[in-house]
Nanobody, 124 residues
């Protein structure tokens, strides 16, 4: 069983940076694809980024490409989302998700395990 916990959210001014963490307790998720998603009030959950566990392939949503970076520290059993040049439209609850499949993509429903989310608020 994989249990995920996000941290690192907070309030930041536009143009600033935050680094989110997604830690797994219980079973290691070094052999899981990990994705980040976000959900703003009144909107559907949307894909942000993912890293596949084999080969380290990363995929980003167009809206965050060049500003966000997903990375993994296998020794710490943690996946990070470095967010730079934040905009007000990045304000949302950010969730990490994990799945053992290498074929998984940007569809939230495909992921088996989810964290509780961490709030990111960007003030303009």
């Amino acid at each position: 069983q994989v249990q995920l916990a996000e941290s690192g959210g907070g309030l930041v001014q536009a143009g600033g940076s935050l680094k989110l963490s997604c830690a797994s307790s219980g079973r290691t998720f070094n052999m899981y694809t990990v994705g980040w998603f976000r959900q703003a009030p009144g909107k559907e959950r949307e894909f942000v980024a993912l890293e596949r566990w084999s080969g380290g392939t990363t995929v980003y949503a167009d809206s965050v490409k060049g500003r966000f970076t997903i990375s993994r520290d296998k020794a710490k059993n943690t996946v990070y989302l470095q967010m730079n040049s934040l905009k007000s439209e990045d304000t949302a609850v950010y969730y990490c998700a994990a799945d053992p499949s290498l074929l998984i993509g940007s569809t939230a429903d495909e992921y088996d395990y989810w964290g509780q989310g961490t709030q990111v608020t960007v003030s303009s």
